[in-house]
């Protein structure tokens, strides 16, 4: 090798170009993020209300199944939702209850209360059980129950 090459080698590059980023490459880099993040949030933003109005129609037909449970049993439809987690006080729908049939009455995920109707108004020969909904206002359209 000849002393040329050794001392290229050795010596570290030169470079007429800076290092580092501007302010301004940075601030651009920051703007593109934050209008990424803006779109996922507008797409994925409906997903969790999806979730939660699904988790209510899945409750309401547990509770309907469990209201039919009871009405096997008793020969009688509840008085309200409770009666499916608590032995019933006249002797004798009790004496035929084999609750619980549920473990407890829960609540809707907007955290409202599932509501309970013998005979129903959607179906008037049996009962309705619904959720009020996202808007948390009885007999709205968004009202989630087992005429649907």
Not at 12 to 40: C, H, K
Not at 103 to 120: I, S, T
Request: proline share 5%; glycine share 10%; net charge negative.
């Amino acid at each position: 090798m000849n002393s040329k090459m050794q001392n290229n080698r050795c010596r570290p590059a030169r470079s007429d170009s800076r290092d580092g980023f501007t302010l301004m490459e940075v601030l651009l880099v920051l703007v593109i993020l934050v209008v990424l993040a803006s779109m996922t949030v507008t797409i994925f933003g409906g997903t969790q209300e999806g979730a939660y109005k699904k988790a209510a129609a899945g409750d309401v037909g547990i509770l309907k199944g469990a209201v039919n449970l009871y009405k096997f049993h008793t020969k009688s439809y509840p008085g309200s939702l409770a009666d499916l987690a608590n032995k019933p006080s006249d002797s004798k729908t009790a004496q035929y209850w084999e609750g619980p049939y549920i473990e407890k009455v829960p609540k809707d995920p907007w955290d409202n209360d599932y509501k309970f109707a013998q005979p129903g108004k959607h179906n008037t020969d049996l009962f309705d059980i619904w959720s009020m909904g996202p808007d948390g206002q009885d007999g709205t359209a968004d009202d989630i129950g087992n005429w649907e």
